[in-house]
């Protein structure tokens, strides 16, 4: 083995990664080359430096009883339940929670194959405690051009960002979410104080198919499916119409304007 | 599903770690404390999913996207802050051992030199050396590949060396 393999492998060996038969080779190479050697004792006090137990931040105790009171009595599947009884219950929440009623009846729709009672308590509670977390919005933007890179990583598709804001639909940021098994990304726009929701995800091979629009507790649902993904709008305002219009409009109007 | 004495008992137990890791990340407590509430919410939120394996692990992993999503201006400058191919050559000089050893035993200028590593160097470092996680551990924490795990804790420890012992340390 000669210098530059023994230092490429040197961290390794630090780390003690390496299998025996590459550890030997190492060993015997720093024994006869005083500069590698040299280099790896510097490399061992520097890990030596970092692994004092000064350094090591421990969490503080009022933390673990903050958690604990934060977190739910017992299992999620309790949680729906016991949230309908919080008189601290804001109405944003409980709208959201009709949403997310609206999205789950949806869901349940479009995936009438199998389980769809299952599927339904999965995005209810799911979305349920997803705002118990305060988890609306993972990134706060109002810039298609945030919010949009700020998806990628994160999914194994690339969603459509559009600002409408001259179109009256204000971008407040997105977050991720699931639906069913499905890891989607969902925008939030805001028009006046109605929340919107769009949810999107691959349509894995599914044909295009024109919006169509369901209305459920007062909370209007339009689906639609273009370009190789679906869409699920969602929101209490009547201007839903607009906003899927605008949206399809802008994202018909080159793909991703830079 | 999951009850409360199970989340207690298998990912409560973690805490600590998930501190140190969010402490490192976010370089004050204020901070940390709400990546590590967060994601332990998430945890308990998620727990119906965890199929065993190592809770600790999985712990951290949700510790770092929390942060990352919580500091979402952070995650955005991953990519552009540094450059590994850019960054090679300048940490490939080798650090003066004799001042390395006088700042090294200082675990303050320890500490400053390490925060001021960008964060995906702090993760890699926290990880390993005060958590003890192996490689492997790593790759699954960070979603990184292992072989990609070696070189950036390769090159965190160069630029450590490079922040203890350079002239722009300040006491």
Known sequence: MNCTEARALLHAYLDDELDAARSAEIAQHLSACAECMARYRTLEKLQQSLRVPRLRHAAPPALAARIRAHLPDDAPARIQRRMWQWPALSAALAASLLIAVAIAGWQAVQLRAHGTDALVTEAVSDHVRSLLASHLIDVRSSDQHTVKPWFDGRLDFSPQVKDLGAQGFELIGGRLDVLGDERVAALVYKRHLHMINLFQWPANGASSEEPKEQSRNGYHAIFWREGGMQFLAVSDTADLNAFVQDFRAAAALGSEPR | ?171
Not at chain 2, 71 to 91: F, G, K, Q, V
Not at chain 2, 148 to 167: C, K, N, Y
């Open chain 2, 1 to 171: 599903m999951a009850t409360r004495a199970q989340f207690e008992t298998n990912v409560m137990q973690h805490l600590d770690a998930a501190f140190n890791l969010a402490r490192w990340l976010a370089r004050n407590d204020a901070d940390a404390q709400d990546v590590v509430q967060e994601a332990a919410l998430r945890a308990f939120r998620y727990y119906g999913g965890f199929r065993g394996g190592d809770a600790r692990v999985w712990l951290l992993a949700i510790v770092r996207n929390t942060f990352y999503s919580l500091h979402a201006s952070n995650a955005a400058t991953i990519t552009e802050s540094y450059d590994e191919a850019l960054h090679e050559r300048a940490d490939e000089r080798t650090p003066d051992p004799e001042a390395l050893a006088l700042r090294s035993s200082d675990a303050k200028q320890v500490r400053a030199a390490l925060e001021r590593l960008p964060s995906e160097y702090r993760e890699v470092l926290a990880l390993r050396e005060f958590e003890e996680c192996s490689y492997k551990e790593i790759a699954s924490i960070t979603g990184l590949k292992i072989g990609t795990v070696m070189s950036r804790l390769a090159r965190a420890r160069e630029r450590l060396a490079a922040e203890l012992t350079g002239a722009e340390v300040t006491p």
